[in-house]
C-alpha cells in the first residue's frame, strides 16, 4: 500500500528552467508535508516542508504547493542549477506521529 | 553541530550470517530512527526510539531483526541471520521535537549492505 507516489522516476531540465517534482498522497490523515534532497553516497537532506493549513511555503529557490483537496504536492526550483542534480523524496506524517513516509523518488537532472 | 554518524559505512557479507550497525545522533536529540532503502524505493522505517524506549517498530522483522538503543543516545541495528533480500541502505536519522508532528529528521550517511 504506496501510500505517498512520485509517478515520475526521473525529470531532465536544462539549466536555468524551471524543474517541477509531483508527488501525491492517499492517506488523509497526513498533514504535514517535506521534500528531501539525496545526493549518491549520502543521506537525505531536509529541503522544505509545508503544513496543511497552507497552499504554499517558498524558500529562495524552492517553492511548495499543497493541493489538499487533490491529494497532491508539487516541488518548484527555479531557476534550476547543475548543483540541484539529486534524488528528491516527497514525506508524508501524520498528524501525532513523527513518522514519515516517503515517496520513491525522482531522479532530477539538470542540464547545461 | 556534528551531524548523524554511522559505520561502518559498506558492509557485504553472506547470507545467514550476522551484521551490526552503529549509529549516534545528533547530540540532544531524543528521537531516534532506523530506516531500511533498497535501491530504487524511498526509506522505510524500520523502527522510531523515543530516548531508550521503542515508540513504532511495526514494519521491524522482528525474527530476524533487533534494534536497541542502550542510554538513550546511540544506537545498534543487527541482523540475524541475514537473507539476500535485507541488502539495501540502512539509514538512521534524528530528531529533536517529542511527539510534535512533522519535526524534521536530520540523517546520517547510512551504511549500504550486501548479502551474497
Known amino acids: 500500500d504506496q501510500q505517498v507516489k512520485q509517478n515520475s522516476p526521473s525529470l531532465s531540465v536544462q539549466e536555468g528552467r524551471i524543474s517541477i517534482l509531483n508527488c501525491d498522497y492517499t492517506n488523509s490523515m497526513f498533514d504535514y508535508f517535506l521534500w528531501y534532497k539525496k545526493y549518491p553516497a549520502e543521506g537525505p537532506t531536509f529541503l522544505i516542508s509545508?503544513?496543511?493549513?497552507?497552499d504554499k511555503n517558498e524558500d529562495g529557490r524552492f517553492t511548495v504547493f499543497l493541493n489538499k483537496s487533490a491529494k497532491h504536492l508539487s516541488l518548484h526550483i527555479v531557476p534550476s542549477q547543475p548543483g540541484d542534480s539529486a534524488v528528491y523524496f516527497c514525506?508524508?506524517?501524520?498528524?501525532?506521529?513523527?513518522?514519515?513516509?516517503f515517496g520513491q523518488g525522482t531522479r532530477l537532472t539538470i542540464n547545461p | 553541530e556534528a551531524g548523524v554518524a554511522q559505520s561502518p559505512r559498506y558492509k557485504i557479507i553472506e547470507k545467514r550470517q550476522s551484521v551490526a550497525f552503529w549509529c549516534n545522533p545528533i547530540?540532544?536529540?531524543?528521537?531516534l530512527y532506523w530506516y531500511q532503502q533498497i535501491l530504487g524505493q524511498g526509506p522505510k522505517l524500520l523502527i522510531q526510539?523515543?530516548?531508550?524506549?521503542?515508540?513504532?517498530d511495526s514494519q521491524l522483522p522482528k525474527d530476524r531483526f533487533s534494534a536497541e538503543r542502550l542510554k538513550g543516545v546511540d544506537s545498534t541495528l543487527k541482523i540475524q541471520p541475514a537473507k539476500l533480500e535485507d541488502s539495501a541502505v540502512y539509514l538512521c536519522?534524528?530528531?529533536?521535537?517529542?511527539?510534535?508532528?512533522?519535526?524534521?529528521?536530520?540523517f546520517g550517511p547510512g551504511t549500504r549492505l550486501t548479502v551474497l
Open positions: 509545508i503544513s496543511s493549513i497552507k
Open positions: 547530540s540532544g536529540h531524543a528521537t
Open positions: 526510539f523515543q530516548n531508550n524506549g521503542v515508540v513504532d
Open positions: 514525506a508524508a506524517s501524520a498528524r501525532g506521529a513523527q513518522k514519515l513516509v
Open positions: 536519522a534524528s530528531s529533536s521535537q517529542a511527539l510534535a508532528g512533522g519535526p524534521e529528521q536530520f
